[in-house]
């Protein structure tokens, strides 16, 4: 007899059925927008295991030995995503971290969605075989495909779906509809699906892990020291052990591990980086919106990241992302001490 938990297999594109399925008034546009996501998330996953073997890692403009343009492994990837996401019928606009303006959907191809994505987050590391990843965040546009690109430009407490994919020793994709619900995909190279293996995923709310880079320590605010501080050499009376330190440099590798591990990631604001350095639409807010559904919090240290309501599509904000209770300490770290955010660092 069949083992019938090894034949039932969830895959992502039988969940968002599903999903769609517990909407009645669902029309399946938003199901068949993912299905563009993944084939996107599908072709990244072939050319980054195999960018040095077909010259997917040099710059962009360098010409090989027939004197051919050579594609950046990170444009290419920009390229097949908004080639698919057109293709879909499902989408308006469309903002890259590849593209310095607004990708405009021709007119007979539009539908009711805005995406923002990165294509390729982490490109750089590929050479050193560390984790890289795709973000997207999905937006309903208020007047569907006759919306105006002032649409774009809202909070982040509007995005309606986020998700990542990461492509390393395995090939995973995080992705949230909101409800509260995280759910964690991983590709089976055999079947070519995205199989659910990480069912529900919630954040501890207090872990043991910090993840920044301390290379900028010397432009922290007082605010963002004395926060590490505290996780570094917590007091005596506290009871706690000081947390590990684990930095790839990879946002979308860093995040996945404080997901299923706990504690804190961070990119906070520096002397040298007011703003923060992160993209607002296409890292910041995506990663915010999954944090929250998997019961973890995500503030800048003194706002609420998806509370942002960014003034041009490439802004920037600092982020502290985490366990509700890591994150609350972040927040009191920056009530009591001066900061970039609120003035009152010099």
């Known amino acids: 007899m069949t083992d019938h938990h090894k034949t039932n297999i969830m895959t992502l594109t039988r969940y968002v059925m599903e999903q769609q399925r517990q909407h009645p008034d669902a029309t399946g ?57 057109i293709a879909s ?62 649409e774009i430009l809202v909070p982040g407490s509007e995005i309606i779906a986020g998700g990542y994919c990461m492509y390393g020793s395995s090939c995973n994709l995080v992705l949230t509809f909101g409800s509260s619900r995280v759910e964690g995909f991983t590709l089976d190279p055999a079947l070519g699906e995205f199989i659910l293996t990480h069912p529900n995923i919630r954040i501890p709310s207090r872990g043991k892990i910090y993840s920044v880079n301390e290379g900028n320590s010397l432009y922290w605010d007082d605010a963002t020291k004395a926060y590490f501080s505290s996780v570094k050499f917590p007091p005596p009376e506290s009871g706690r052990k000081p947390y590990s330190a684990r930095y790839i440099g990879s946002m979308v590798a860093d995040v996945h591990r404080t997901l299923l591990y706990g504690g804190v990631f961070a990119y906070p604001s520096d002397r040298k980086s007011r703003s923060g350095k992160l993209r607002i639409l296409y890292e910041s807010f995506p990663m915010a919106f999954i944090a929250e559904q998997a019961g973890g919090k995500a503030t800048t240290g003194s706002q609420r990241v998806l509370d942002i309501v960014p003034k041009h599509i490439h802004d920037r904000c600092p982020i502290f992302l985490g366990g509700i209770d890591d994150i609350a300490d972040v927040e009191a770290a920056f009530a009591s001490n001066n900061n970039w955010l609120n003035g009152s660092q010099i």
């Open 29 to 85: 546009d938003l199901s068949i927008a993912m299905n563009a996501v993944q084939v996107g998330c599908k072709f990244v996953e072939a050319c980054v295991r195999k960018a040095r073997l077909i010259n997917l890692v040099g710059l962009a403009g360098n010409t090989n030995v027939q004197g051919e343009d050579q594609k950046k492994l990170d444009v290419l990837s920009n390229e097949m995503f908004v080639n698919a996401l």
């Open 89 to 150: 019928g499902k989408f308006s606009f469309m903002v890259s971290e590849e593209v310095d303006d607004i990708v405009v959907v021709p007119e007979e191809l539009r539908g009711k969605y805005c995406i923002t994505f990165d294509p390729l987050d982490g490109s750089s590391n590929i050479d050193a075989g560390v984790n890289v990843g795709t973000i997207f965040g999905i937006w309903r546009l208020p007047s569907g495909s006759k919306a105006t690109v002032d």
